[in-house]
């Protein structure tokens, strides 16, 4: 069927370092990807989108990789800090279906300090 | 400016009762999505309005969920009969057009099913 999963249910790093959240999909035809950040008691924030025919987007601290041979996205997130610490949600989205995303199970990030 | 916001924050009810919950998008949002998400997971979606049309209900996990949009802006979705696996934190999203990838979420209602 189709889905969104993750790869890390759970992801602690230092702070400082970089922290990389992994995310796989199984639609080819998902014309959009998104990450989002959600914190305790908080509806999901937005993070960063790539398109499909993108390989790579970079934000504010944050770079989106997709690879589309292997059906993989990413999010990286340089220095992290202890606000980083948050579930992250990767989704796609299907514009066919009105831009409904599906989401993946999500990954607690963890920063120690 | 405001963003979404949702009513109640929290809800206990009883087997057995109905509930409604309210969403109130951004201004201008003609997009309105609803999500339920269980303790634990990702999002599941409910349903998406264009508007005060609901081109896409495929979510809707039985035909106790219901939801309406008046306006093109407030939206109600409402649970019959609630049974404890209505159990759940109900997001409402919106976005400016449909075509729109960015949805920004409400804080969510938290439903309890006793």
């Known amino acids: 069927g189709e889905s969104v999963g993750l790869h890390l249910p759970t992801l602690s790093v230092q702070e400082g370092d970089n922290s990389i959240i992994n995310c796989a999909y199984s639609?080819?035809?998902?014309?959009?990807f998104i990450w989002y950040k959600q914190e305790s008691g908080k509806g999901p924030q937005f993070i960063i989108d790539?398109?499909?025919?993108?390989d790579k987007r970079q934000g504010q601290r944050v770079t989106v990789l997709l690879n589309k041979t292997v059906k993989h996205l990413s999010l990286q997130i340089a220095a992290t800090q202890p606000g980083d610490s948050a579930v992250y949600f990767c989704?796609?989205?299907?514009?066919?279906?009105?831009?409904?995303?599906?989401f993946g199970a999500g990954t607690i990030l963890r920063v120690k300090s | 400016g405001a963003g979404v916001s949702q009513s109640p924050s929290n809800k206990v009810t009883e087997k057995g009762k109905d509930v409604e919950l309210r969403c109130d998008p951004i201004?201008?949002?003609?997009?309105l999505y609803w999500y339920r998400q269980s303790l634990g997971q990702g999002l599941e979606f409910l349903i998406y309005?264009?508007?005060?049309?609901?081109?896409?209900k495929s979510g809707l996990p039985s035909d106790r969920f219901s939801a309406e949009r008046t306006g093109g802006s407030v939206s109600t979705l409402t649970i019959q009969r609630t049974q404890q696996e209505d159990s759940a934190v109900y997001l409402c999203?919106?976005?400016?057009?449909?075509?729109?990838?960015?949805?920004?979420f409400g804080p969510g209602t938290r439903l309890t099913v006793t």
């Open positions: 999203a919106s976005s400016l057009v449909a075509d729109r990838v960015e949805q920004y």
């Open positions: 639609n080819s035809a998902s014309d959009y």
């Open positions: 790539i398109r499909s025919n993108m």
């Open positions: 989704a796609e989205n299907r514009a066919e279906y009105g831009n409904k995303l599906v």
């Open positions: 201004s201008g949002h003609t997009a």
């Open positions: 309005f264009q508007g005060n049309s609901a081109p896409d």
